[in-house]
């Protein structure tokens, strides 16, 4: 019974390389959301997704930043020409159906740009 | 936009203590929800709160809704180590968008 599998756990990128961070909801969950963390902080929203679609992206930089949920296959959050400012944790969270209140998390990437 | 201001930030505890916290927003929410995160894993929810003046208890958690609808407490008795963790307060800004304070950081010390 797999809960929300996310990896890697760390990765560690230079300024300018690129980042992908995967995710693959519980089995059932057609809806994605992506959380952001900085130390001391709370989660703050940055995408939700649904399989093939992008519902909300409203949290989530216009620029570098990109979410995909394909048919197949787990969520995957690019970051393109990381900087030092991207460093955080990045969660994914999950859920079967549109009411979010529900959302099981996985434990999340923390990104380190140096 | 819409702010979950949670206190305190941080506690320190005996084992055995009862530990009390909150959240405050300014403006209404019509669902509250407790989240806990232990260290490098993501949150866990809690409790789920959805109506005005709601007490909702888990195990040694009680969490209310307040009746202004712009606050919420939670409470744990008798706390134990494994209690140790961040405590974050969300509620849904639209229905994408869930907020989160910035957490009660909880240590207990056995």
């Known amino acids: 019974n797999a809960g929300v599998m996310q990896n890697p756990r760390h990765l560690v990128r230079r300024r300018g390389q690129e980042a992908r961070l995967r995710c693959s909801p519980m089995k059932g969950h057609s809806h994605v959301y992506w959380y952001r963390q900085l130390p001391e902080e709370g989660l703050k929203f940055m995408v939700y997704?649904?399989?093939?679609?992008?519902?909300?992206e409203s949290g989530m930089p216009k620029e570098r930043f990109s979410a995909e949920f394909p048919k197949e296959g787990p969520s995957i959050l690019r970051i393109q020409q990381v900087v030092r400012g991207d460093s955080a944790a990045y969660f994914c969270?999950?859920?079967?159906?549109?009411?979010?209140?529900?959302?099981?998390f996985g434990s999340g990437t923390q990104l380190s740009v140096l | 936009g819409q702010q979950l201001n949670q206190s305190p930030q941080s506690m320190f505890i005996q084992e055995g203590e009862d530990v009390s916290m909150n959240c405050t927003s300014s403006s209404i929410f019509n669902t509250w929800l407790w989240y806990k995160q232990d260290p490098g894993e993501g949150p866990v929810l809690l409790i789920a709160l959805y109506k005005a003046g709601e007490l909702t208890s888990n195990g040694r958690l009680t969490a209310q809704f307040g009746i202004t609808r712009k606050d919420s407490f939670l409470n744990i008795s008798a706390s134990i180590p494994s209690d140790v963790g961040i405590y974050f307060c969300?509620?849904?800004?639209?229905?994408?968008?869930?907020?989160f304070g910035a957490g009660t950081r909880l240590t207990v010390k056995p």
């Open positions: 997704l649904q399989k093939e679609n992008i519902i909300d």
């Open positions: 969270a999950s859920t079967n159906n549109r009411n979010n209140e529900k959302l099981f």
């Open positions: 969300a509620g849904p800004y639209n229905n994408n968008d869930m907020r």
